[in-house]
């Protein structure tokens, strides 16, 4: 258990409402990523964090923001979300202690109708 | 740019037998980790074995085990003695070079496994 929680764990919603997705971390993990996953895709990342205030694009990042203000919290943010964004939503922390292995959160689904 | 390539989208298995899944990568970065993960219909992300590009034997945890040919950019997961329990979809995961790639993950379409009784 990598202590790595997201809430909430499901969401519907409309299309052009904003959605913030969160995920809280109780280790201090330094980085912190963001997946989506679609039937036939895998995962795809979205964002990532490599410390607080520090943030990057991943490779489908169009439509999305993040932020990191606490070690421990990464927010996910679809600012006017559409039904292209209906997926599930992981989050994930590098642990550096093994191997750079990533452990994931128990995911978000996330339906935009 | 990384690529992770899973040939097969379905596998079966009877129980008790070894299974292989194929992976294969295709990468520039001379040091680089391979992982495979496993989701069960439950939905989480579960880390099952890692392989270091560098790493001189083949990964073993428990009934999993890695085969990695790196001349051929392939890194199989083997699971033994298959259980009903391993019923899942399986992911194969690259994360390329050092920390200049920011540890990301490039992960392959999966393979879902049917272990039958």
């Known amino acids: 258990d990598a202590g790595i929680t997201q809430s909430p764990r499901h969401k519907v919603t409309e299309t052009g409402t904003p959605v913030t997705l969160r995920c809280h971390q109780t280790e201090n993990h330094r980085y912190m990523y963001w997946y989506r996953q679609d039937p036939g895709h895998g995962l795809r990342l979205i964002h990532y964090s490599y410390g607080v205030k520090d943030t990057d694009k991943g490779e489908v990042s169009d439509g999305y923001s993040v932020s990191r203000s606490k070690t421990e919290d990464f927010l996910l943010t679809l600012e006017s979300a559409t039904s292209s964004q209906t997926s599930v939503y992981f989050c994930?922390?590098?642990?550096?202690?093994?191997?750079?292995?990533?452990?994931f959160g128990p995911g978000t689904r996330l339906l935009v109708l | 740019a990384q690529k992770i390539t899973q040939t097969q989208p379905g596998m079966f298995v009877q129980e008790k037998e070894a299974v292989t899944l194929d992976c294969t990568y295709d990468?520039?970065?001379?040091?680089?980790?391979l992982f495979w993960y496993k989701q069960p219909s439950s939905g989480e992300m579960i880390f099952l074995i890692y392989?270091?590009?560098?790493?001189?034997q083949n990964a073993t945890e428990g009934r999993y085990s890695l085969n990695f040919q790196k001349a051929r950019k392939s890194a199989n997961l083997v699971i033994s003695a298959s259980q009903l329990g391993d019923s899942a979809m399986y992911f194969c995961?690259?994360?390329?070079?050092?920390?200049?790639?920011?540890?990301?993950?490039?992960f392959g379409k999966g393979t879902l496994l049917t272990v039958n009784p």
């Open positions: 392989q270091g590009s560098y790493d001189q």
């Open positions: 994930a922390i590098r642990a550096s202690a093994h191997q750079e292995t990533q452990y």
């Open positions: 995961a690259m994360m390329g070079g050092s920390g200049g790639s920011n540890y990301k993950l490039t």
């Open positions: 990468t520039s970065d001379p040091s680089y980790g």
